[in-house]
């Protein structure tokens, strides 16, 4: 029985071996999350701080549309990054669907009655927020980047891309929305994992976390308030001076998306 369960030594030496078995552990999967949930944070902030150069006083639209070349002209470098952020996005949702189903296989019959102990919102929230962020993701793409179904979409356009978007009452809500649980998994994740990866001990004061507090509010109210700005009319139409030769030399599939939707 022992020997069909338990690896053979061989296979515990060897790196794939040894990778295996962390990723099959409990405490594998959780340090997974944790690394790929930092890497999101940092992907956020620097998305956030990007989005920020909306409120440029002159030039916003040149600007944003400048950032949107600048990261296309990166060539295999904006590929290699997306593709690592594609590759955490997958590993943190299997590392915490297949958690989830550990815990439940692990307690079949549910308690009788749930006692709150030092739990948050944020915690409380964890899944259905992840859920809804997936979504929110799947949809934001396909509207910013790839345009899909928003008229007046131009490729490397983004300030007047975000200006027309936020037109749509329910775009600005489901951006609204998305950013106050993107907030909360942030609050609970950026604690947790630093606690995963050992930096801090567990404590039984959750709402002692000013790190993870501050970190989750500056990126929700930075995100939210693009569309919140936009809704309000913060920003008038503006040329953003789009040159054919920037949408060739960043590599556009064919000048023809100039003015249209796609990349
Ligand atoms: C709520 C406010 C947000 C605004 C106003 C916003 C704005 C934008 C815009 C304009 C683009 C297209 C950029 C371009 O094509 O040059 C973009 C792309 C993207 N955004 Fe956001 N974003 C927001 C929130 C988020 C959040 C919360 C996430 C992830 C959790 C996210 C993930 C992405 C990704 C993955 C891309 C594609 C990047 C690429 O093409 O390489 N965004 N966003």
């Known amino acids: 029985m022992a020997a069909t369960t338990l690896p053979s030594a061989a296979a515990?030496?060897?790196?794939?071996?040894?990778?295996?078995r962390f990723w099959d552990s409990t405490v594998g999967k959780k340090t997974i999350m944790a690394i790929t949930g930092i890497a999101g944070i940092g992907f956020v902030f620097v998305h956030m701080a990007g989005n920020l150069q909306m409120f440029k006083p002159v030039g916003a639209a040149p600007a944003m549309h400048d950032y949107a070349v600048a990261l296309r002209k990166l060539g295999a470098l904006l590929w290699l990054a997306?593709?690592?952020l594609l590759a955490c996005v997958i590993l943190h949702v299997?590392?915490?669907t297949q958690l989830t189903l550990r815990n439940r296989a692990a307690r079949p019959v549910a308690y009788?009655?749930?006692q709150g102990q030092s739990s948050t919102l944020g915690a409380r929230t964890m899944r259905i927020g992840g859920v809804l962020l997936l979504a929110f993701i799947a949809f934001h793409i396909a509207?910013?980047?790839f345009g899909a179904g928003l008229a007046g979409f131009t490729h490397l356009d983004p300030y007047n891309n975000l200006r027309l978007g936020f037109q749509r009452?329910?775009?600005?809500t489901f951006y609204v929305v998305a950013t106050v649980f993107l907030g909360l998994h942030l609050y609970h994740g950026a604690w947790a994992s630093?606690?995963?990866?050992g930096a801090r001990r567990s404590s039984d004061r959750p709402?002692?976390?000013p790190i993870a507090i501050a970190l989750a509010v500056i990126i929700a109210v930075g995100l939210a308030a693009v569309p919140i700005a936009a809704a309000l009319g913060a920003f008038p139409e503006a040329s953003a001076r789009i040159e054919l030769e920037d949408t060739i030399s960043a590599s556009a599939p064919a000048p023809a998306t100039l003015g249209g939707g796609g990349r």
């Open 143 to 145: 509207d910013m980047t």
């Open 12 to 20: 515990t030496a060897r790196p794939t071996g040894r990778l295996r």
């Open 194 to 197: 630093w606690r995963t990866i």
């Open 169 to 172: 009452w329910w775009a600005v």
């Open 94 to 96: 299997i590392a915490a």
């Open 112 to 114: 009788a009655r749930r």
């Open 82 to 84: 997306r593709l690592g």
């Open 207 to 209: 709402f002692a976390r």
